[in-house]
């Protein structure tokens, strides 16, 4: 899970620097979970998205990992 944490925090990163000039500043905000044994399509999907928001409420341009 650490891995695909580094690698969406890699990729929020080269958008926030590939559009970090005005007047097209461009950031993003990710999610990331992992999928349980358990989870049906719709837990695993609203973990991501509860992840999501998360980032977005703390601030924007952010990646939270949800267990």
């Known amino acids: 899970m650490e891995a695909a944490y580094n690698i969406a925090e890699r990729i929020r ?3 926030e620097e590939a ?3 005005e007047p097209f ?3 993003v905000s ?3 979970t992992q999928l349980k044994g ?3 399509i719709e837990s695993f ?3 991501v998205d509860d992840a999501l928001y ?3 409420s703390n601030g924007k341009n952010r990646t939270t990992m949800l267990l």
Do not use: M, N, Q, Y
């Open 38 to 40: 358990e989870d049906t």
């Open 45 to 47: 999907l609203k973990r």
């Open 19 to 21: 559009f970090a000039s």
């Open 54 to 56: 998360i980032s977005k």
């Open 30 to 32: 990710l999610g990331v």
């Open 13 to 15: 990163k080269k958008i």
């Open 25 to 27: 500043k461009v950031t």
